[in-house]
């Protein structure tokens, strides 16, 4: 059994009525985002290089139509017209770490109908997913103006499969680090961690545990201060530290109560014991809010490690996404329901400076100063070029979020800004619509997705 099963049961039973009716011609659908969810002024495109994987190594075999038979309870030769299929079609996309908008594609799809329908569940789990921990993730940084992000989320995350995926998110958009070891080896990110309130809770005193600490690593030490007494516990650290001769690298960390005020009083303790290189890093529930409202209040903390909110993009877990077909066997087609009419035909993002986007025809020649964002990243089923890299992803986000208008970069109520469709893109809408309607009596609310 492959990945092809991990799939809804719907695009089983239309790939093989699609195959039985010869339905085999070329297929476009898109992925968009219908709206953004409330709180966010844009989001970040994420999990292309987990699609590409998924569309390279795509194959029905005959354990999978077998599967589909017994869930169907259907005899397998009915399923049997599925066995073999492979993705072997094209794909559009906006990068990695490029900011995007509602109703822009962040993908498209080309291939003969069954193929691309069958492919649909699983890339919009992807992408989604992806997509709404890396924008969770990338109002962290701009809260943290400057200051290091570490990523602790790999406990709460919906699974280790989550856990790794947000550790690479949050590195793709600028965090300095991870706890999760396998996908710091994985990726390269710069693993980091410190001890746990078990770890000093096992000493007979405070004191003993940080000694026994420093002593297994003798390099920066972290110190976990809060697991009795705040004030007491930084006392001693700093007493340790001192003791040890060490200092630079360094840290102490706060996981619970009032953050603010228990890191002026460490950073005084640590000053007035000639600490002053000693950091303090923050931990415990914190995400964009709790983070912006920290530095805000000018808390002297150095780093923060976030995880719980952030991994599982907390307030804004899921996208209100879509793959819909526009175009079949070259005839553009839209859907006029209430509330979800789609735009007809393939699809291109320009976008001008300060990221005013125009989305267009991905026949249309570009407008003066505009660049495309959709790039063709699979032909054949085949990547067009080698596998991304986290650095590239990093620069392209870094790139667009210093062109992000200030107030879609508000961490409290932040405004979006809202693309515009091309005058080709409007025309052809209307002339879709108007032969639906006559075709068949529908009727819906003018609007672009």
């Keep these: 059994m492959s990945e092809a099963t991990t799939t809804d049961l719907y695009e089983v039973t239309m790939a093989l009525s699609y195959l039985r009716e010869d339905m085999r011609a070329p297929a476009t659908f898109s992925l968009f985002v219908r709206d953004l969810p409330p709180g966010r002024g844009f989001l970040v495109s994420a999990g292309l290089e987990p699609v590409l994987d998924h569309l390279s190594r795509y194959r029905v075999g005959r354990r999978d139509v077998e599967v589909f038979a017994r869930v169907l309870r259907r005899p397998v030769e009915d399923l049997e017209p599925l066995l073999g299929l492979s993705f072997d079609g094209q794909v559009r996309a906006v990068p990695e770490g490029r900011l995007v908008f509602a109703g822009e594609p962040l993908l498209e799809v080309t291939a003969p109908l069954p193929r691309a329908q069958l492919v649909e569940t699983y890339l919009l789990s992807l992408v989604c997913h992806q997509t709404a921990v890396a924008s969770k993730a990338a109002r962290c940084v701009l809260a943290a103006a400057g200051r290091p992000l570490v990523d602790f989320s790999l406990r709460r995350t919906h699974g280790p499969e989550a856990g790794g995926q947000a550790a690479r998110l949050c590195a793709m958009v600028g965090f300095a680090g991870t706890s999760n070891v396998a996908a710091a080896d994985r990726y390269g990110i710069v693993g980091a961690g410190t001890m746990a309130h078990s770890y000093v809770e096992a000493f007979a005193s405070e004191e003993a545990a940080f000694r026994a600490f420093a002593r297994t690593h003798p390099g920066p030490v972290t110190l976990l201060v809060d697991t009795y007494d705040t004030d007491g516990g930084v006392a001693t650290a700093a007493r340790v530290l001192k003791d040890l001769g060490l200092g630079p690298g360094c840290g102490i960390r706060l996981d619970s109560g009032d953050l603010g005020a228990q890191a002026h009083r460490a950073r005084g303790a640590l000053d007035a014991a000639g600490l002053a290189e000693v950091r303090i890093i923050a931990s415990g529930g914190l995400d964009e809010y709790a983070v912006d409202r920290l530095v805000r209040e000018g808390a002297p903390i150095d780093a923060y490690a976030v995880g719980t909110k952030v991994g599982t993009a907390a307030d804004a877990p899921y996208l ?130």
């Excluded at 789609?342 to 003066?368: M, S």
């Design 320 to 449: 209100d996404a879509a793959y819909k077909l526009v175009e079949y066997a070259g005839r553009p087609v839209m859907k006029l329901s209430s509330a979800k009419v789609t735009a007809p035909g393939p699809k291109q993002v320009f976008r001008g400076p300060g990221l005013r986007d125009v989305i267009g025809l991905a026949n249309e020649e570009p407008p003066e100063g505009t660049e495309p964002l959709l790039r063709t990243v699979m032909r054949g089923g085949l990547r067009t070029e080698p596998p991304d890299s986290l650095a590239a992803a990093r620069a392209r986000f870094e790139a667009d979020l210093a062109a992000l208008p200030d107030e879609a970069r508000r961490i409290d109520r932040p405004v979006a800004p809202v693309p515009v469709a091309s005058t080709r893109l409007t025309a052809l809408t209307a002339v879709v619509r108007h032969r639906i309607e006559e075709r068949t009596g529908a009727s819906g609310r003018r609007a672009l997705p």
